[in-house]
């Protein structure tokens, strides 16, 4: 049972940055495609970024692209979402989770993903 643990989240006013991290443990992290999502308040889950196992490919809805920026460490079993240009509407719970496979062609959702950190806060503030 792989366990993951994200940090970096917090307070940071609207067009700044933060970069989240999330930890993964057992000898299999590279392996595995991994992913971020985030969800708000009274809000479905929302898929962010996703990265295949080997960094070569990258995944983003239009709401995040060319401001985010997932990257993943092997050597460090982790894996990472840089956060550019941040809006109060980026606010949300972020999860970090890992997936067993990607389906060619289609963005992923949570149903792709099987294990799921317990979250950190992202707040932007206007």
């Known amino acids: 049972q792989v366990q993951l643990v994200e940090s970096g989240g917090g307070l940071v006013q609207a067009g700044g940055s933060l970069r989240l991290s999330c930890a993964a443990s057992?000898?299999?992290?590279?392996?595995?495609?991994m992913g971020w999502f985030r969800q708000a308040p009274g809000k479905e889950r929302e898929f962010v970024a996703a990265?295949?196992?080997?960094?070569?490919?990258?995944y983003y809805p239009d709401s995040v692209k060319g401001r985010f920026t997932i990257s993943r460490d092997n050597a460090k079993n982790t894996v990472y979402l840089q956060m550019n240009s941040l809006k109060p509407e980026d606010t949300a719970v972020y999860y970090c989770?890992?997936?067993?496979?990607?389906?060619?062609?289609?963005?992923?959702?949570?149903?792709?993903?099987?294990?799921w950190g317990q979250g950190t806060q992202v707040t932007v503030s206007s």
């Open positions: 057992g000898r299999t992290f590279s392996s595995y495609p």
């Open positions: 989770a890992r997936s067993p496979g990607l389906r060619d062609g289609v963005q992923p959702g949570p149903a792709d993903f099987t294990s």
């Open positions: 990265i295949s196992w080997s960094g070569g490919s990258t």
